[in-house]
């Protein structure tokens, strides 16, 4: 069974850094593209960075230059280095990846993680 654990949220002044991280766990054969998304109260969902296997990276407009998404395929993580933070970015950050497990290995699906908070204020 897949599961992808998220972790590195917390409480964080304005201004300031967090940096987040999603382990992928279990019988996994390989692993595409990897994402962070983040749902803020009363707001819908927003993508706010992608890295594919190759290592190629698209970011939200509004978090490029301050978030760095990255990925360690030797420890099946994706890691999200967050700075110069704003209380508007306070949400649920997540993590998502597009895998494939034995043995359908051709096949890729996608899994979530739960979901770790971020809160953005003074």
């Known amino acids: 069974q897949v599961q992808l654990v998220e972790s590195g949220g917390g409480l964080v002044q304005p201004g300031g850094s967090l940096r987040l991280s999603c382990a992928a766990s279990g019988n996994i054969f390989s692993i595409n593209a990897m994402r962070w998304y983040r749902q803020a109260p009363g707001k819908q969902r927003e993508l706010v960075a992608a890295i594919t296997s190759g290592g190629s990276t698209n970011y939200a407009t509004s978090v490029k230059g301050r978030f760095t998404i990255s990925r360690d395929d030797a420890k099946n993580t994706v890691s999200l280095q967050m700075n110069s933070l704003q209380p508007e970015e306070t949400a649920v950050y997540s993590c998502?990846?597009?895998?494939?497990?034995?043995?359908?290995?051709?096949?890729?699906?996608?899994?979530w993680g739960q979901g770790t908070q971020v809160t953005v204020s003074a």
């Open positions: 998502s990846a597009d895998l494939s497990v034995p043995p359908l290995t051709h096949l890729l699906y996608n899994y």
